[in-house]
């Protein structure tokens, strides 16, 4: 069942994360349903601007659709990723989408709230939620590096006003994580204070952590054995999430720890059998590892568990 991700945020508030995941293809999205089922958790699917002309956005919320039908049971929102303009305009006419993210974080502060007051009053004349972000994540994103020295950490002071002047419904902050696998290089970690701040300024409101993959180590050891090189590797410490999800976050991005699984399996599965050349031994493996890594999180997350009281929360 597809469902707004605003009553997705009220059932969470101040209680635990909703996990928002990326997703490319059929696989992914095979895994990411059943680790959900698995788990009994409502969650987010996002699709990123590159995920969406990857194959065909066509195609890809085609088969959003059907997983809604191979798996009745689940409870999800359907959610554009670091959007511009034109790609949220896009989602908003389609009508498939619960909600878009506008990503006019590099921006300054009066034309960022300009363009996602265009976007909030488009999505808003169509009951879809937005959310926005204000300062700028570390990492890459679409293709585009933001250097650790350019990353802005955002700034409390300015929540209310931004939140106020552009209408948006949910907040993406910056407060140490970055995109990728690679993360706090040096001496960055996460500000909770700069979290805790933006919480007492926007009370129950929904904010949103970006770059929150955990980059498993053991998964990185197994990808390097298996002839990767991702020396250096370093994700979010998942005990975060929980005090995280105390101060206001709702909505956990992970995209990069699911690469990682898609990656170790492959990896491993072409060294340990160099005569299989059918894609669909290795597609096995990763849909069932997927699944499990994603019930894991949702573990971390608070999520797990929720299914049954989120849905009855949705249709009272
Ligand atoms: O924050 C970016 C997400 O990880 C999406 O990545 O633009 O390569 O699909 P992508
Ligand atoms: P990661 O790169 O940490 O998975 O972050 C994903 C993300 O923020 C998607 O918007
Ligand atoms: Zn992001």
């Known amino acids: ?31 990411l349903f059943k680790g959900n089922m698995d788990s009994k958790a409502p969650f987010i699917v996002q699709l990123s601007k590159g995920a969406r002309s990857y194959t065909d ?3 890809l919320e085609a088969m959003i659709r059907a997983a809604d039908e191979i798996f009745p049971d689940a409870v999800f ?6 959007g511009d303009e034109e790609a949220c305009m896009d989602c908003i006419e389609s009508g498939f989408y619960s909600s878009v993210m506008i990503d006019a974080s590099h921006a300054e502060f009066d034309e960022n709230i300009a363009i996602c007051k265009r976007v909030a009053d488009a999505a808003h004349a169509k009951n879809i939620s937005v959310e926005a972000e204000l300062g700028q994540l570390g990492g890459v994103e679409e293709h585009i590096q933001v250097d650790e ?17 552009s209408g948006v419904d949910s907040l993406a902050c910056a407060i140490g994580t970055s995109h ?3 993360k706090f290089s040096g001496t960055q970690g996460l500000h909770f204070d700069v979290l805790e701040d933006i919480q007492k300024e926007l009370p129950g409101f929904p904010l949103v952590m970006h ?10 050891e197994r990808i390097n054995a298996a002839g990767g090189k991702m020396g250096g590797a370093k994700g979010v410490d998942a005990a975060q999430f929980i005090p995280a999800s105390k101060l206001g976050v709702t909505k956990i991005n992970i995209d990069t720890d699911g690469r990682l699984v898609w990656c170790r399996v492959h990896r491993e599965s072409f060294r340990d059998n160099p005569e299989i050349f059918d894609l669909r031994p290795a597609g096995k493996i990763f849909m069932e590892e997927y699944a499990k ?7 971390a997350l608070g999520s797990a568990g929720q299914l049954d009281s989120v849905r009855e929360f949705i249709n009272a």
């Not at 101040?14 to 696989?27: F, T």
């Not at 929102?77 to 670091?82: E, R």
């Not at 890594?293 to 573990?299: G, R, T, V």
């Open 180 to 182: 990728g696998a690679f």
């Open 57 to 59: 956005k066509r195609l």
């Open 211 to 220: 770059g929150s993959s955990s980059v498993p180590q053991d998964e990185v």
């Open 149 to 165: 020295a350019d990353a802005k950490l955002t700034d409390p002071a300015q929540a209310k006003e931004f939140v106020e002047r």
């Open 77 to 82: 929102a359907v959610h554009l990723d670091h």
């Open 293 to 299: 890594y994603i019930a894991h999180k949702n573990e």
């Open 1 to 31: 069942m597809i469902v707004s991700t605003q009553k997705l945020f009220e059932h969470a508030y101040g209680k635990y994360a909703v996990g928002a995941y990326n997703i490319n293809n059929a696989e992914q999205i095979m895994g």
